[in-house]
């Protein structure tokens, strides 16, 4: 079928509040009688508070409130009440609980004042006596103190093992071995968290970021014993979340606490120093080990993954488990473990765990490439899974050798000199790298609901989130698409617990969850006016067959002959009916789930020029390849790319949030010293979406977008860096010191060797 909006660059369409500051996030929302709160943070890492002194702050004129352990009272003990759709298994973190610190930064106490100023300022006058207690928050240091990640959150899937690795590693002819470490990354979103909470009559309703109202309303509903139906949580705008938001942050609590006990509306919201203190993406250390025959079969895969969580919650997501899908191999041996520590729990960060094990397996697999001599693309592709090994099943679909052929030409891959060090222009060393990506196209139980107007406007609404990503572009589509109707006469409605629940706007399923309950709904109200069509007297349609009707523009028409038509509108009016409303749920198809996985692919080529003298390292072009289904809007979806790409140079060459040991507590936290890349530092991206049917995955075909972009980035620039130097940096961020203490380090080698 022809397709109207579906696969079409349609431009944003919140694009014009965007720019023209309509929309509204939630600090913007201004109601009569607010009060502002100000955070104070624990200054230890972990210890005891012997006492707050908060006489001063309270003593100044305007200061209606400090709240602190001492006077918060009737909160829940259990710490179950505080567990959230996205929280791992253990005992999440309970603000204002007691005088216990637990981490550095940990929010303890709340200032309550008329002005923002005023709450700012009479924080500052808060006086806590500590008692501190030994900590750590090395995982390095740790590693002993190791144990087996849990099942229980949201997504994770322990990793599976088969053969005999060990085995088949020492018999091996061509291998390689290496450990790779990440350092923690904050979300950093543009806009910072702040919650708006208003208690009136005996309701509450809260403007919060977040990428769940429904989650939200749970977690209040559950931590301060209000009834669901009495909690409205509203965020129809977030301006970035990256997975920050997926987890109720403390503001919520704090400003809902204010809220409820003084009876009075509060803002409070977080700085960006506190944007530092709830949640990152972990550090961590992996070990690879890979051999292969001398013809480039994969004979054995080892791969495990240490990563830090809190003392208080065990932070799961899937690091090394795709390194056991990937490839054809009979032998893997997969393990992950978590160390805990004194510091807040990690939470996911954009494609959490896939970034990390990808940049590990796909440099490693790069590593026994050069000991085969073998073109590290060939060696892939000689290697393909054609089906999933690890769960003995096939792929729902699987182009990444489209991925791999059209990137490849896209970039020149062929003519690359297989040699490090073999290109160059003058100082600058040239090096072109591969990688490979794979994500989970999750589907999710959602719902929508459609209202039709008698003036042919189509309202959906469903709880979701957009967080840039184009959600409500998107859903606009589908919808428009659907019912046959101009996408001017469509609205989406989005952020709200008064519409149909959605699932957590996360893991890249939300235009495959959401996307097909506003299919459904749509399909819904079609059958309704189809009806309506053949059983309403004077409508062309009396008594003909309904399989002959067509949708189009707001016009039902004989799919034969289009000049026998009615607009919806005049069918309405002719009916009788004002409007019609309908809400219906979706949710994946259980028996495909069990015959099938569903994966979205990705190949990454990277060409970086490392400047010899100084080990400067400059990403000059990136191929994005990527298979995800149908293409709902190649324009928003290349922006999801584009912006996935970015992260991936950021995180493959300048970020990290660096953890001082001494005091437990991240030293740059700031957007001065957690470097991100500026434009100069972005180059050429070419985003390039391969066609991939795939009738199984959801009813629109669709895997998401979100995600697969990011995740071979690091790999394939990594793999890059030592095409262009023959320097191995494992150790992200390749920072510039690091390249040249390599190399340095090599020479040495080679000089006591020699
Ligand atoms: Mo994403 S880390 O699931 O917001």
């Given amino acids: 079928m022809k397709t109207q909006y579906i696969g079409k660059p349609v431009s944003r369409v919140d694009g014009l509040a965007k720019v023209t500051g309509t929309a509204k996030y939630s600090a913007d929302f201004k109601v009569e009688g607010m009060l502002y709160g100000y955070i104070v943070s624990s200054s230890i890492a972990k210890g005891k508070m012997m006492s707050i002194d908060t006489s001063q702050a309270m003593a100044l004129k305007g200061v209606l409130q400090v709240f602190t352990h001492e006077n918060v009272s009737g909160l829940p003990w259990f710490s179950i009440k505080y567990k959230d759709m996205d929280a791992p298994t253990g005992s999440p973190f309970r603000p204002l609980h007691d005088d216990k610190i637990v981490y550095s930064g940990q929010p303890v106490a709340l200032v309550i004042a008329e002005t923002f100023e005023l709450a700012r300022y009479a924080s500052s006058l808060i006086e806590i006596a500590y008692q501190e207690e030994d900590f750590t928050t090395d995982l390095i240091k740790n590693l002993g103190k190791s144990y087996k990640a849990p099942s229980g959150k949201i997504g994770f899937v322990q990793p599976k093992s088969r053969g005999d690795a060990e085995d088949a590693y020492e018999q091996a002819e061509f291998k390689m071995s290496g450990s790779y470490e990440h350092g923690a990354e904050h979300h950093n979103p543009m806009e910072l968290f702040s919650t708006t909470a208003i208690w009136e009559n005996g309701k509450l309703t809260v403007y919060d970021k977040t990428q769940g109202v429904s989650n939200c309303q749970f977690y209040i509903g559950n931590v301060f014993g209000l009834a669901y139906k009495d909690v409205r949580i509203i965020s129809p705008y977030v301006g970035g979340a990256f997975g920050s938001g997926l987890r109720p942050q403390y503001q919520l609590f704090m400003a809902v606490l204010a809220a409820l006990e003084l009876k009075r509306p509060v803002k409070v919201g977080l700085t960006r120093q506190q944007m530092f203190t709830f949640g990152h993406r972990p550090v961590t250390t992996q070990n690879v080990a890979l051999s292969a025959s001398a013809d480039g079969t994969l004979e054995s895969i080892k791969h495990e993954a240490f990563s830090e969580t809190s003392r208080f919650e065990n932070y799961t997501e899937i690091i090394v488990n795709w390194s056991g899908t990937m490839y054809n191999c009979d032998h893997v041996k997969l393990k992950y473990d978590l160390v805990g520590l004194d510091m807040y729990t990690p939470v996911d960060m954009r494609a959490p765990g896939a970034v990390t094990g990808a940049h590990a397996m796909e440099s490693a697999m790069d590593e026994l490439a050069y000991e085969l001599k073998m073109d590290p693309l060939i060696f892939r592709l000689k290697n393909y899974a054609d089906e999933d090994q690890t769960e003995g099943k096939p792929f729902s679909s699987k182009e990444l050798i489209a991925c791999y052929r059209e990137g490849a030409e896209k970039f020149g891959w062929t003519k690359r000199n297989v040699e490090p060090r073999s290109m160059r222009e003058g100082n600058q060393l040239i090096g072109w790298g591969v990688a490979t990506a794979a994500w989970d196209a999750f589907q999710m139980p959602s719902r929508a609901k459609a209202l039709l107007s008698i003036d042919g406007k189509l309202e959906i609404s469903s709880g979701t989130s957009d967080i840039g990503t184009g959600t409500y572009t998107?859903?606009?589509?589908?919808?428009?698409?659907?019912?046959?109707?101009?996408?001017?006469?469509?609205?989406?409605?989005?952020?709200?617990?008064?519409?149909?629940?959605?699932?957590?706007?996360?893991?890249?399923?939300?235009?495959?969850?959401?996307?097909?309950?506003?299919?459904?709904?749509?399909?819904?109200?079609?059958?309704?006016?189809?009806?309506?069509?053949?059983?309403?007297?004077?409508?062309?349609?009396?008594?003909?067959?309904?399989?002959?009707?067509?949708?189009?523009?707001?016009?039902?028409?004989?799919?034969?002959?289009?000049?026998?038509?009615?607009?919806?509108?005049?069918?309405?009016?002719?009916?009788?009916?004002?409007?019609?409303?309908?809400?219906?749920?979706?949710?994946?198809?259980?028996?495909?789930?069990?015959?099938?996985?569903?994966?979205?692919?990705?190949?990454?080529?990277?060409?970086?020029?490392?400047?010899?003298?100084?080990?400067?390292?400059?990403?000059?072009?990136?191929?994005?390849?990527?298979?995800?289904?149908?293409?709902?809007?190649?324009?928003?979806?290349?922006?999801?790319?584009?912006?996935?790409?970015?992260?991936?140079?950021?995180?493959?060459?300048?970020?990290?949030?660096?953890?001082?040991?001494?005091?437990?507590?991240?030293?740059?936290?700031?957007?001065?010293?957690?470097?991100?890349?500026?434009?100069?530092?972005?180059?050429?991206?070419?985003?390039?979406?391969?066609?991939?049917?795939?009738?199984?995955?959801?009813?629109?075909?669709?895997?998401?977008?979100?995600?697969?972009?990011?995740?071979?980035?690091?790999?394939?620039?990594?793999?890059?860096?030592?095409?262009?130097?023959?320097?191995?940096?494992?150790?992200?961020?390749?920072?510039?010191?690091?390249?040249?203490?390599?190399?340095e380090d090599d020479k040495n080698q080679v000089a006591v060797q020699g």
């Avoid at 893991?507 to 309506?532: H, R």
Wanted: aromatic fraction near 6%; glycine fraction near 8%.
């Fill in 474 to 743: 998107i859903m606009t589509q589908i919808a428009a698409e659907s019912l046959g109707l101009k996408i001017e006469d469509v609205t989406f409605k989005l952020g709200d617990t008064n519409m149909p629940i959605a699932p957590l706007e996360g893991g890249s399923w939300t235009a495959a969850s959401v996307g097909s309950a506003v299919k459904g709904v749509c399909e819904d109200v079609k059958k309704k006016l189809t009806k309506m069509a053949v059983k309403t007297d004077g409508s062309p349609f009396y008594r003909a067959d309904k399989h002959d009707l067509s949708f189009d523009s707001g016009y039902i028409s004989d799919v034969n002959d289009s000049s026998s038509n009615i607009s919806i509108v005049n069918l309405m009016r002719l009916a009788g009916v004002n409007s019609i409303e309908e809400t219906s749920t979706s949710g994946p198809n259980p028996l495909n789930k069990m015959k099938y996985t569903f994966n979205s692919h990705a190949a990454v080529f990277a060409e970086v020029k490392v400047d010899e003298d100084l080990g400067i390292v400059r990403v000059t072009r990136v191929v994005c390849a990527v298979a995800a289904g149908k293409i709902l809007n190649p324009k928003t979806a290349r922006s999801q790319i584009l912006g996935g790409v970015v992260w991936g140079i950021s995180k493959a060459l300048e970020e990290e949030s660096k953890m001082d040991h001494q005091y437990g507590r991240f030293m740059n936290h700031n957007l001065s010293e957690y470097h991100v890349p500026v434009n100069k530092d972005i180059n050429d991206i070419e985003v390039i979406f391969v066609e991939e049917k795939d009738d199984i995955v959801n009813p629109l075909g669709v895997k998401g977008v979100g995600e697969i972009g990011i995740i071979g980035v690091a790999g394939a620039i990594a793999n890059a860096v030592f095409h262009a130097t023959g320097v191995r940096v494992r150790n992200l961020p390749i920072t510039m010191d690091k390249v040249l203490q390599i190399a």
